[in-house]
């Protein structure tokens, strides 16, 4: 069962950094938004220094977004999944590897890419520590609670937004406390609301690393029968 | 493969798909070295029956009970099923995607060589799976009955577009699965010449 897991987390891996598998396009997104930012805001670079936590966040978050949707559906569209059901494997071990694999793929380069991007917002240099700190903590939690919106919709063609939709709530308080323990460095309140912070979205990442498979896989079986 | 006497009985089954009842009161039963033979015109409920046995699709009414195979594992862990979707990611190569199966399906990492001899891929090994033609894909979906041993074969229409060599070539190995006991449901339209097989033609009065 170990090996059918790692079998399995392998392949996504090397599916999203093959040509066409869309590994770096998160990453490219994020770019994007973040470049395009200071030509929207103007170059105040103290008002770019203060707002930079919160849109690393935004746009982190809308970058994991946009890669969620293909979670399930590929594999639905072309008959594995109905083949990876088969297996040994149970499902809620499935969407673990699949949301992993999410993780190493859109979620671990986003960090990576987030204090390169930081630069460009004048992101105060204390504050980098913190920011990294959550990025790390959270995006776990954006791909596993984004599962359960991506099994929900596996069904749905251009099921994307739907997905959105579903998970948004659920990423507001990934986005609160990230965005918390990174700013408690720059806003001037104490380390402590920082830190709080930062623990707050630790437990909100363990509860979503347990209720991203058991509600992934419940919505992968109801759409699969 | 351990197959004591294997034992496939379905009931009474029923299937419903998006409200309207497909088939029901089916019933037949198979034990380990036979084949059935699924016909009917489109729309029967072959590929649904199919399905079922394979545990994709929900059973509406009837039972179906698999004995003699393993008692810890369900009849869909304990069967291939290869449907009309060919399972195939287009940038893996012919020989990741057999060795993938064969460690998912059956945690068994190396010795995909024997099913790509199997199904004559040996020569695309390296190729990626987008680069193949219809029939050579056929033969790559195909080539998981081999790499990873079970004791069912649900195939739907497994011929779709093979040409007369490999249509040989997946008979003959359809025909030795059976002889080491092991069973296979398959719907076809084609006269396989597997031998003496049961057959079952579903929807016949949905034709008059």
Redesign the interface.
Known sequence: ?T??FF??LA?DL??AV????GGGMAVFFFLVVISLLPFGIGPDRELLAKVAPGMLWVALLLAALLTLDRLFQADY????L????????PLELIVVAKALGHWLTTGLPLVVAAPLLGLMLNLPGEAYPPLILAMLAGTPALSFLGAIGAALTVGVRRGGLLASLLVMPFYVPVLIFGVGAAEAATGGFAGEAGRQSLLLLVAVALASLVLGPLGGAAALRAN?? | MTISELSLSVRDLACERGGRLVFEGLSFSLRGGEALVLTGPNGAGKSSLLRQLAGLLGVAQGEIAFTGGDPELSLGEQAHYVGHLDALKPSMTVMETVSFWRTYLGSIPEGADTALEALGLVHLADLPAACLSAGQRRRLSLARLIAVPRPVWLLDEPTVALDAASVARLVGLMTSHLAQGGMIVAATHLDLGLGETKQLRLGVEAMT
């Open positions: 069962m090996r059918a079998a399995l392949r090397r599916l093959r040509l066409g598998g569209e072309d008959g594995s109905d083949l990876l059901t088969m297996g040994l494997l699969l029968r």
